[in-house]
């Protein structure tokens, strides 16, 4: 089955303790990103990969790093999360196939807590 | 600055009431304007994606229209298993998403 995988689901920590949130995709897609849903404020991106070894920032990239070191693989890593990262955490990837627009197929949402 | 809003915010409608979601895009070069459905704890699900001005898309109940400064998302004859919220995204690269904060549909028996 074509899908988008996160892990940890959920996951409650504390202030200033790293944690990396996995994401994977089994289409063989070259963009993946990653988005954070907040209430009021709607989806973010906070990075995006165009392919392995190519990253850029989104709109909210502070306090967030990301690797692409595979093409299935995207993690997220909070180096030392902070409560205002408290958030629902959301991976999409994308096959390009569409020339200029790019339909993102996302993966289940990783809700993380920061105390 | 690239914006897309989407109104209402939220809408209750009766089953088989007919009616429309709008978004509103200032996304310059848009490349692509989406339709994704959400529902509560989930990731959104792509609907539709509307490249250009005139440009119309169905799938079951739903139908997504595109003009130069606006999107519409009808529904006909709504079943409560379409309530989720639906959001809107643009784009101009092709590779980051603008969305838009979402409709939240409710459909009662």
């Known amino acids: 089955e074509a899908q988008v995988t996160q892990n940890p689901r959920y996951l409650i920590t504390v202030t200033g303790k790293k944690l990396t949130v996995t994401c994977s995709q089994n289409m063989n897609h070259e963009y993946m990103s990653w988005y954070r849903q907040d209430p009021g404020l709607g989806l973010r991106q906070i990075y995006y990969s165009m392919n392995v070894e190519v990253t850029d920032k989104g709109d909210v990239p502070e306090g967030y790093k990301v690797s692409r070191k595979e093409k299935r693989n995207f993690p997220l890593i909070l180096e030392s999360p902070s409560p205002n990262q408290t958030s629902l955490y959301f991976c999409a990837s994308s096959d390009g196939s569409h020339a200029g627009a790019y339909e993102q197929y996302f993966g289940p949402g990783t809700r993380l807590t920061v105390t | 600055e690239d914006q897309v809003t989407q109104s209402p915010e939220a809408l209750r409608l009766q089953e088989g009431e007919s009616s429309s979601l709008n978004c509103s895009y200032t996304?310059?070069?848009?490349?692509?304007l989406f339709w994704y459905r959400q529902d509560p704890g989930k990731g959104p699900e792509f609907l539709f994606t509307l490249y250009s001005a005139g440009e119309e898309k169905e799938k079951e109940r739903l139908k997504a229209t595109l003009t130069k400064k606006e999107s519409f998302l009808h529904i006909t004859a709504p079943k409560p298993e379409d309530s989720a919220t639906y959001l809107c995204a643009g784009s101009n690269s092709g590779y980051a998403l603008n969305f838009g904060k979402g409709t939240s549909l409710l459909v009662t028996p």
């Open positions: 996304v310059s070069g848009l490349r692509g």
